[in-house]
């Protein structure tokens, strides 16, 4: 009988612990469940179907009449698109290079105990907040224009004015520095790992008769080498991806010299309403918001979405951006679990533990995540570029672009002032919160 008891006693404290577990496992359910909603309706489904219709020839108007490799095989014999996808590949190794090397010096520089370095840390990151509005590409265009800014700086030695949109190379060094100006989020990401470098490293080596450049290239490269890895994989993925710049500064000219895939993919899926062949040309390069852009537009189509701000603000409240998932779980890697463990033997449960231990110390990271949503929606231009038809449902940065349709004819000083204006609001939102963001930034980021 004791024995028996006994028995009944573990198997039942077994049970006991297996059903107590099971619920822990569904509140976590619960709790992830509308990123999980969002992630397979706005993300995988799109995902897979963009692959199937790479097989087939679907036309947004005429469906599918003819499945096979046909998009593969053109794809490797049209000088066009092969062309493309050179010059893709062309801007991505000027572009990601000279990026990266840009912010991981000025990041250098401002590990440095220096007077006023919060101000100049802020400074820096201004472009990256600003360079993807389309404000910026429109005075970027502006800059270089035949009587802009360069050339008149150009004409005060002497030197006579370029056409800096009419030559090949010289047309893509003026979309390459556009992305290159924007060092800042890898440059934050740079600065948090160079924190987290010892100084007793460098105390040592100094020690030894170590300069500062034998520091950097023996110390510090590869302590952060997992750091530089993340940032070149990230901003690699951005440089195939990159749309903004060379359709509005130079509109994929001269002769198709600044024309990356993205363009192309835009062209055939949006002007064309070739959805099979842009689905086929995304997935040779296998870039993951360009595969799904033709697929989930079909989807929007189809549920009635298109000409409506559903398909810019559904999938953001479903939390299908996950960068932002990816940055807050950087940060809750920080959290000691001893206050989650205090927090239960206090008699909270996961709610109260989430609500008054977790949400608090996140501060930083949401402030972050909020600005980021904010800004890249005030920013956004190819999104309503995509959905958006009717003029009186046009944002501020579609309205730009159609501001400037044609070469000339259009008032630059009306175009400048609008651009102007139009970046004001993310401008004002950064300095209110910059404390936040950047240390949001600079905890979520990648450690070495």
């Known amino acids: 009988m004791r024995t028996a008891y006994k028995s009944t006693k573990y198997y039942g404290g077994n049970r006991m612990k297996n059903k107590k577990g099971f619920w822990a496992l ?7 469940l509308p990123w999980l909603v969002g992630f397979i309706l706005f993300k995988v489904y799109p995902f897979l179907s963009s692959l199937f219709y790479s097989f087939t020839n679907y036309d947004l108007f005429n469906g599918i009449t003819k ?24 801007y991505a190794i000027f572009d990601v290079p000279l990026k990266l090397m840009f912010a991981l010096f ?12 919060n101000f100049f840390r802020t400074a820096y990151y201004i472009p990256s907040i600003l360079g993807g509005s389309i404000a910026i590409a429109i ?28 030559g090949d190379m010289s047309a893509l060094m003026v979309i390459v520095l556009l992305r290159v100006w924007q060092f800042g989020s890898a440059m934050v990401i740079f600065l948090a790992a160079l924190k987290g470098v010892s100084e007793d490293l460098y105390e040592a080596a100094s020690i030894d008769g170590a300069g500062k450049w034998t520091q950097f290239f023996k110390i510090t ?18 440089a195939f991806q990159e749309f903004n710049g060379p359709f509005l500064v130079t509109k994929g000219g001269p002769n198709g010299a600044t024309t990356l895939i993205s363009m192309l993919i835009y062209n055939n899926a949006f002007l064309r309403h070739k959805m099979g062949m842009a689905s086929a040309q995304a997935w040779i390069l296998f870039l993951p918001q360009v595969v799904l852009n033709a697929p989930q537009y079909i989807m929007f189509n189809n549920w009635k979405w298109v000409n409506t701000y559903l398909p810019l603000v559904i999938p953001s409240l479903f939390a299908a951006d996950t960068y932002f998932v990816f940055m807050l779980i950087q940060f809750l890697r920080g959290v000691p679990k001893e206050l989650e463990e205090a927090a239960k033997i206090d008699g909270c449960n996961t709610l109260k533990t989430l609500w008054y231990v977790i949400v608090p110390m996140l501060k930083p990271s949401l402030v972050s995540c909020a600005l980021f949503q904010f800004m890249w929606t005030n ?7 995509i959905y958006i038809a009717d003029m009186d449902k046009y944002t501020n940065s579609v309205y730009l672009r159609m501001s400037m349709d044609g070469d000339v004819g259009f008032q630059w000083n009306r175009i400048l002032a609008m651009s102007l204006i139009s970046i004001i609001p993310s401008l004002v939102v950064f300095f209110c919160a910059q404390d936040s963001f950047i240390d949001g930034i600079a905890a979520g980021g990648v450690k070495g």
């Open 106 to 117: 000025i990041a250098y520089i401002l590990n440095f105990k220096l007077k006023g370095v």
């Open 139 to 166: 005075l970027w265009r502006a800059v270089f224009n035949t009587d802009g800014l360069i050339n008149t700086v150009l004409g005060v030695f002497g030197i006579p004015a370029i056409n800096w949109m009419a």
């Open 379 to 385: 920013n956004d231009f190819q999104g309503p570029l």
């Open 67 to 90: 499945y096979g490799m046909m998009n593969y095989e053109k794809i490797f014999t049209d000088p066009d698109i092969i062309r493309a996808f050179v010059v893709t590949f062309k």
């Open 221 to 238: 490269v590869p302590l952060i080498t997992p750091v530089i890895f993340y940032n070149l994989v990230t901003q690699l993925c951005q």
């Open 26 to 32: 569904n509140i976590g359910l619960l709790y992830i």
